[in-house]
């Protein structure tokens, strides 16, 4: 597969906190994995469909499989753990879980949770999201993404998004935070290019 990523990628990244990405930040409920792991990264990414996934099954298939050995991977060499929620604004014909996969799949839960919002959406659906994937450990750093595609945009979960910015901001200041969009509904190609990205390791 050696087409270009991700379609659109914006690598213009904002940081709430310059500490260097390898700095471990203890969770007040006990980081799990502390004696095993140094960094944590987390990535939540909206999207609300993935046609190319509906339509040919195979593509779907072979990006979770390469999502999988991706966050074995990272761990194994890295000791960074990969963690990731799939986020969808719900419209009014698109936006569940199953628009997302293949026809007759169940969700692969063992691999990326899901929060189901409104469009925006509220500070505090975003919130449960976030701490649903954390399981009470904070991470070191924070992917944003969001789908561009055309069935959604950023201005369609604003001004929650920008609110829940800030909302990390002032509660969990030591976490980096790192934004991107993407254009093609390909979640799972787009969530391990810019984890990647975050945790600074060449393109495969």
Known sequence: MGEEVCATV?????????SPLG???ESPLGARNKSLLS???????????AE???????????ELSQWQQFVIDVMENEGVEVRATIVIPLGSLRGRWWDLIPPFVLWPEDDFKFAETGRPGSLLEFINAFNAIREGDIPT?????????GSMDLGHIQPTYDAFKLWLRTNYPAITIREGIWADERWIRATQAFVRVAI????P
């Open 141 to 149: 750093t924070l992917v944003l993404l969001v789908d561009e595609s």
């Open 52 to 62: 190319e996934y509906q339509r040919y099954p195979p593509t779907y298939y072979i």
């Open 10 to 18: 914006t690598t213009e990244f904002n940081s709430f906190d310059q």
């Open 200 to 203: 600074d390791l060449l393109p």
């Open 39 to 49: 960094r944590l990264v987390i990535a939540m990414t909206w999207c609300d469909e």
């Open 23 to 25: 700095a471990f930040v």
